[in-house]
């Protein structure tokens, strides 16, 4: 096992198998403008494989194989599609946990926020079955102002990200709604907001 204070790798199944993982930070963003928040939606391999072995669990009978073999009727790619969180693994040197948040914003979603209109929520362990990573929640407000592009993370990268706002009146309608696949970032981020934030909302 090699450690520091970002990343370690471990070897759990033998030597051709290793698991990376680093800390990370995730952003729930509020359009003040359009009353919305604002989240993100991509695909996610690993989403889709389980919805492979769900309707084709006669993929994963031979686990000897090296590689799967092909479907007649593959899934189609949305099956793997999951709302997010604004987020992003911390693997830049010298940067704070704010500063990369900041970053992801404008590179996932296209606002230019500053440290200063950050406030941290809280932290907590996300992969605890696989990595036991620690990610670091805040909330930020922005407004049609503060936006500088459309966001849809880096390509070269392959982060092929869609921006989506989810109307504050439908929001937990939304975070329950087992039809949208969701991490359980987003459900207890709206949560949080609505108990911490929606209060003190002026009424209309």
């Known amino acids: 096992m090699v450690v520091n204070q970002k990343i370690a790798c471990w070897v759990p199944l033998g030597p051709q198998c290793s698991v990376s993982f680093q800390i990370s930070v995730s952003i729930l963003i509020f359009n003040t403008s359009r009353q919305c928040f604002v989240v993100v939606k991509q695909f996610r391999p690993a989403v889709y494989m389980c919805e492979v072995e769900r309707h084709h669990p006669e993929v994963f009978q031979n686990q000897n194989k090296e590689s799967f073999p092909s479907l007649e009727n593959p899934l189609p790619a949305v099956v793997g599609v999951t709302y997010e969180l604004c987020a992003g693994i911390v693997d830049k040197p010298g940067l704070s946990l704010e500063e990369i948040a900041c970053e992801e914003i404008l590179e996932e979603c296209g606002y230019r926020v500053s440290t200063a209109d950050l406030r941290r929520i809280t932290s907590y362990r996300s992969g605890v079955g696989v990595t036991g990573s620690?990610?670091?929640?805040?909330?930020?407000?922005?407004?049609?102002?503060?936006?500088s592009s459309g966001g849809g993370g880096q390509p070269e990268e392959g982060e092929l990200i869609e921006v989506v706002e989810i109307p504050l009146g439908e929001s937990m309608k939304f975070a329950y709604d087992e039809t949208?696949?969701?991490?359980?970032?987003?459900?207890?981020?709206?949560?949080?907001?609505?108990?911490?934030?929606?209060p003190k909302l002026p009424k209309k």
């Open 134 to 147: 620690r990610q670091t929640l805040f909330y930020a407000e922005v407004n049609d102002q503060m936006r």
């Open 180 to 198: 949208f696949p969701k991490t359980m970032g987003v459900i207890f981020s709206f949560m949080w907001f609505h108990n911490n934030i929606a």
